[in-house]
């Protein structure tokens, strides 16, 4: 093998590393958009269950 074969080699394999890591760091970026979505929904449910106990709690006269 002459020495621009192991060049084109050495940069095709690299050009393949690149691709992997953006591809690794749209996923990362992705999950972490993601990621706040679990605190907020259990706020939200929460909030849901403290309103339905103070209508429950009014509707029996406490």
Do not use: S
Not at 38 to 56: E, N, R, T
Request: charged share 25%; net charge positive; aromatic share 10%.
């Amino acid at each position: 093998m002459n020495l621009h074969e192991k060049i084109a080699r050495i940069d095709r394999a690299q050009e393949e590393t690149r691709k992997f890591a953006a591809e690794q760091r749209a996923f990362i970026a992705k999950d972490a958009r993601t990621l706040w979505l679990f605190p907020i929904g259990g706020m939200v449910a929460g909030a849901a269950l403290f309103g339905a106990g103070m209508a429950f709690a009014k509707l029996i006269g406490a």
